[in-house]
């Protein structure tokens, strides 16, 4: 969907397709409305404001949403949204126009659901030989470059690995390729800082509110990646599967702690419904 119209493909000199000049967000559509919708509206106009790309209104982003869900082939009850900004078709160069218009686009796809046995048991993760560049400017925004997720998701096939952890080029953890990450300390948990790379991620955000009104703490710090043999166990975040506990780290095991089990339950009464907690 394109300005209100559907669309099957991208001019050849769209500066996403050119450079990956623009911004994304995949927004988890439930029972026909976009799950933590503030969230992902609020880090896409930042990211436009902070990256120079014409920005769109919110009224405008709503606006194109819906009609991509009025018009949807597949069923909007579960399935997931992808907004894509992007700096609008250009001349050849880096360098963008004086007046660039800007392209707003809207996907929609099925959503395929977890097993139950994966939010009751814990997921296995892998930490990745892939390292993150540290690029305080991009750090928490969801730019079109996304190669080095790429680059870390294709390292494995085992299908029986959920997910690989990502550090950056001085060995901090900084998050999954596709998920943010909270490691488990006794009573208290912690999670990387944003600050030099990775992604801050809506589910990531809304799990830090829900922690803190329930009175339990959070450190948001630099996390060095040894601190994955020393913590009590760890769970990941996404706008898609909400939050799924981690039963297995490479060589290191994990019971699923109190703490884990309260905080999917905690996350499930907030109105992310994606399990039975």
């Not at 126009?97 to 097993?115: F, H, K």
């Amino acid at each position: 969907m394109r300005s209100g119209e559907p669309c099957e493909s991208i001019p050849v000199d769209d500066r996403a397709v050119q450079y990956g000049d623009g911004l994304f967000e995949t927004v988890a559509i439930r029972d026909g409305e976009p799950r933590l919708w503030n969230y992902h509206s609020e880090r896409l106009l930042t990211g436009c404001a902070r990256l120079g790309l014409p920005v769109p209104t919110e009224q405008q982003i709503q606006d194109e949403l819906n009609s991509a869900l009025e018009a949807a082939p597949i069923d909007t009850e579960h399935c997931v949204a992808k907004l894509l900004v992007s700096a609008g078709a250009g001349h050849r160069g880096y360098r963008r126009s004086d007046s660039p218009e800007g392209t707003l686009l809207v996907g929609l796809a099925e959503s395929p659901r977890l097993s139950e046995v994966q939010y009751r048991d814990g997921v296995k993760v892998r930490v990745c030989d892939t390292r993150l560049a540290i690029q305080t400017q991009l750090a928490g925004i969801k730019s079109l470059n996304r190669l080095e997720q790429v680059m870390a998701r294709n390292e494995w096939q085992d299908e029986t690995v959920f997910e690989g952890l990502l550090l950056d080029t001085e060995d901090r953890l900084i998050c999954g390729t596709m998920s943010n990450v909270f490691l488990i300390d006794s009573h208290s948990l912690v999670t990387p800082a944003i600050t030099r790379c990775g992604i801050s991620g809506v589910m990531r955000r809304h799990v830090l509110a829900v922690v803190e009104q329930a009175g339990i703490a959070c450190d948001i710090r630099d996390v060095a990646s040894s601190e994955l043999n020393s913590c009590q166990g760890a769970i990941l975040t996404n706008s898609q599967f909400g939050v799924l506990p981690v039963n297995r780290c490479t060589d290191r095991s994990w019971e699923l702690s109190d703490l884990s089990r309260r905080i999917l339950q905690l996350v499930t009464a907030s109105g992310v419904t994606e399990y039975a907690a």
